[in-house]
C-alpha cells in the first residue's frame, strides 16, 4: 500500500503537503519499484525540480523588492561612474596634419589625456584643462597654421629686409580680416588672400590692390545678399585704394556671392526694387477689391517700368535783356580826342622850317578872326563804351534713381452671386456702370497718372473654378454630405468585420486556450470517493490517464500558482483527516530519502 501510494503521488500534491521537493518521492516510488511512468527518466525530475524551483521563487513576496534593490543598486553605481568620467571639450579644430602631431606631442609630455572626435577634426581635452592648454600651447607656438593677426609684428627681428617686413605685414592684415569675417554668425572659417601692387612714381603703371575671399558656412546656413556687400566693402575699406568690385567672395562650394557689375548697370537689388514696386501695388489694388466682390473673387498683376539711370545735367542759358532801359550797367567808358593846327614854321624844309615853334600867344581880347587865324581844328573824335548786364541761368539736374516711368495695370473680376427669392445662386456680369467705378478704384488705389502713359484694363469674365455645381442640389446629395456617407460606411464595415473576427474566431480561442478555473469546493471530492495520494479523484484521474504525458504539462503552465497551491493545500488535508497512517508513512519516506 506504501508504495503504490508513493508512486501516484505528483509533484504539486508533494509541495502542498510539506513544501519538499520532487526527487524525494520518485526515489520512493523507485524503492517500491512502482514508479515507472513518473521515475522513468533524469530528464523529467529535473524539469519538475527547476519548474518547482520557480514556483517557489515567484510565490516569495521578497522576490520583488530583492529584484528593486539591485536595479536600484545597478543605476547608482551607473551614475557614480558616469559622473567620474571627464567632460572633454574641444581644444582645437580643423588643423592641419603638421600642427595635430605637434600638439599632441605636448599633451603626450605634459600628461594631459586627450581624445578625437567623431570625425577625427578635433582635438579634445577635459574641459577643466582647455583653457589652461591653450595658453601653454601658445608660448610655444602652436598652432602655427591658423591665422595670424598683427601680432606677428611684436617678434619682429633686427635686421629684417624691407620684403619681408611687407610679407608679414600682409599676413598680419590677412588674419585680422579672417578674424572679423569669422564674427559673422554663418561663418564658420575665412580664408582672405590680397593682392596689393608695389607702389610706382609713374602714374601710368598705378595699380589698384585686389582680395579674394573664401568663406566655410555653417550647415543649413547662408550668407543673403546685405551680408555678402558688408563683407565686400569691409574688405574694401580695409585697404588703401581698393575699390568694392575689385573683391570677390567664394563659399566652400566654389559659388561666387559676389555678383559682377552688368552693363547695364541693373544688378540684383534693383530687381527687387522693382518687384517690390510691383508687389506693393498690386496689394493696395486686391485691398480695395476685396471688400466689393469678396477674397478670391479679384486678381490682378501689375508691371512696373522703373528708371534707374542717374543723370546730372549742368546749363548755362543767355538772353537778351527784356527792357533795355531798365538793364544794369556792367561798365561804361567815354574817350574824346580833339586836334588843332598851329602856326609856325612853314615852307620848304631847311633850317629855317625846323626851327622850334615859338610860344603861342593868345590875346584874351584878340578878335576871332586873329584867332581863327592863328589856329584852325583839324580833326575832332569821341568814343563811348556801355557795357550791360546778360540776363544768365545757369541749372545744375540731378534725377534721382528708380523713378517709375510706366505702370500697366490688369484686373480680371469674377461675376457676382447673385440670389433670387427662391434661394437660386445665379453668376451675372456687372454693369457698364459698375465697371466704370471698378476703373476709377483701381486707377485711385495705382496712382495713376495719364503724363506717363499708365494703362488700366478691367475685365469682368465667369472664374471656372469658383462654379458651385451643387449650388442647386439638396443637402443630402451634396458632395461632401456624399464623401461623409462614404467615410462612415467605411469605417462602420471595419467594425462589424473586427466583431466578427473577435467573436468567431478571437474569442473561442481565448475560452479554449485560457479556461475558466475551477472552484475549489467543487473540485474537493465527495467523502464516499476514494482519495489517493495526488490529490485527484479516481474518476477524474481515469479521464486524464490517456493524455497523463503531454497533459500534465499543459495542465501546470495553464493553471495559475495560487490555485493550484491552494487545491493541493486543501487535498493533503483532507487526505490527513481520513488517513493519517498514509501520510505518516510518505513523510517518513521522504525523511529517510533525505538522509
Keep these: 500500500m506504501d508504495s503504490s501510494a508513493n508512486s501516484l503521488i505528483n509533484p504539486d500534491a508533494r509541495m502542498g503537503l510539506a513544501g519538499a521537493q520532487a526527487p524525494g518521492g520518485a526515489a520512493a516510488a523507485g524503492q517500491s519499484g512502482g514508479a515507472a511512468d513518473l521515475g522513468g527518466g533524469g530528464l523529467g525530475g529535473n524539469f519538475t525540480q527547476r519548474l518547482s524551483g520557480l514556483t517557489q521563487m515567484r510565490g516569495n513576496p521578497r522576490a520583488p523588492l530583492i529584484f528593486a534593490v539591485a536595479v536600484l543598486v545597478a543605476v547608482v553605481v551607473g551614475l557614480w561612474l558616469w559622473s567620474r568620467a571627464p567632460d572633454y571639450k574641444v581644444l582645437y579644430s580643423n588643423l592641419s596634419d603638421q600642427d595635430g602631431g605637434s600638439i599632441i606631442t605636448a599633451l603626450q609630455a605634459a600628461n594631459i589625456p586627450y581624445k578625437f572626435s567623431d570625425g577625427g577634426g578635433a582635438i579634445l581635452v577635459p574641459s577643466d584643462q582647455v583653457h589652461e592648454m591653450r595658453l601653454r600651447l601658445a608660448s610655444q607656438g602652436l598652432p602655427k597654421s591658423g591665422s595670424v593677426g598683427f601680432e606677428l609684428m611684436d617678434n619682429e627681428k633686427f ?3 624691407q620684403f619681408a617686413e611687407q610679407v608679414n605685414y600682409q599676413r598680419a592684415l590677412e588674419g585680422e580680416l579672417e578674424r572679423t569675417i569669422e564674427a559673422v554668425n554663418a561663418v564658420k572659417t575665412a580664408r582672405v588672400h590680397l593682392a596689393i601692387p608695389k607702389p610706382s612714381v609713374f602714374v601710368r ?29 569691409m574688405v574694401a575699406s580695409a585697404v588703401p585704394e581698393m575699390p568694392a568690385h575689385g573683391v570677390t567672395i567664394v563659399d566652400q562650394d566654389g559659388n561666387l556671392l559676389t555678383q559682377p557689375p552688368s552693363g547695364a548697370g541693373l544688378d540684383a537689388t534693383q530687381l527687387k526694387y522693382v518687384q517690390q514696386v510691383e508687389h506693393n501695388t498690386q496689394q493696395r489694388i486686391d485691398a480695395i477689391l476685396a471688400p466689393l466682390f469678396g477674397a478670391g473673387n479679384a486678381h490682378s498683376q501689375v508691371s512696373a517700368d522703373v528708371d534707374f539711370s542717374q543723370v546730372e545735367q549742368t ?25 588843332l593846327s598851329q602856326g609856325g614854321a612853314s615852307g620848304v624844309p631847311g633850317a629855317l622850317s625846323n626851327q622850334p615853334p615859338q610860344p603861342a600867344s593868345a590875346p584874351i581880347n584878340a578878335p576871332n578872326g586873329a584867332s581863327e587865324a592863328n589856329s584852325t581844328p583839324v580833326s575832332d573824335r569821341k568814343d563811348a563804351t556801355t557795357n550791360y548786364e546778360l540776363d544768365k541761368t545757369v541749372r545744375h539736374v540731378q534725377q534721382s534713381m528708380g523713378n517709375v516711368k510706366r505702370l500697366s495695370v490688369a484686373v480680371v473680376v469674377n461675376y457676382m452671386r447673385v440670389v433670387d427669392a427662391k434661394g437660386h445662386a445665379t453668376m451675372q456680369p456687372m454693369t457698364q456702370e459698375m465697371n466704370a467705378q471698378v476703373t476709377q478704384l483701381v486707377k485711385d488705389a495705382m496712382g495713376y497718372s495719364a503724363q506717363r502713359g499708365d494703362s488700366v484694363n478691367v475685365v469682368n469674365s465667369a472664374f471656372t473654378t469658383d462654379v458651385d455645381p451643387s449650388a442647386n442640389l439638396p443637402w443630402w446629395r451634396t458632395p461632401d454630405m456624399i464623401a461623409l456617407a462614404k467615410q462612415l460606411a467605411t469605417y462602420l464595415g471595419i467594425g462589424a468585420v473586427a466583431l466578427f473576427l473577435y467573436f468567431v474566431m478571437v474569442k473561442p480561442a481565448l475560452r479554449r486556450a485560457f479556461p475558466a478555473p475551477v472552484p475549489v469546493s467543487a473540485a474537493l471530492p465527495s467523502p464516499d470517493e476514494p482519495i489517493l495520494l495526488d490529490g485527484i479523484p479516481a474518476a477524474e484521474r481515469a479521464g486524464n490517464a490517456a493524455r497523463e504525458d503531454d497533459g500534465e504539462s499543459d495542465l501546470m503552465s495553464l493553471e495559475s500558482d495560487k490555485h493550484k497551491f491552494e487545491r493541493n493545500l486543501e487535498y493533503a488535508r483532507n487526505i490527513a483527516r481520513q488517513d493519517p497512517k498514509i501520510v505518516a508513512t510518505v513523510v517518513k519516506n521522504w525523511v529517510s530519502d533525505e538522509r
Design 159 to 161: 635686421g629684417i629686409s
Design 205 to 233: 603703371d598705378h595699380e589698384t590692390p585686389s582680395a579674394a575671399v573664401l568663406v566655410n558656412l555653417y550647415p543649413g546656413r547662408m550668407l543673403d545678399e546685405g551680408q555678402v556687400n558688408a563683407i565686400t566693402h
Design 315 to 339: 546749363s548755362e542759358n543767355y538772353a537778351p535783356n527784356a527792357n533795355p532801359t531798365q538793364a544794369a550797367i556792367r561798365s561804361q567808358q567815354t574817350s574824346t580826342d580833339t586836334e
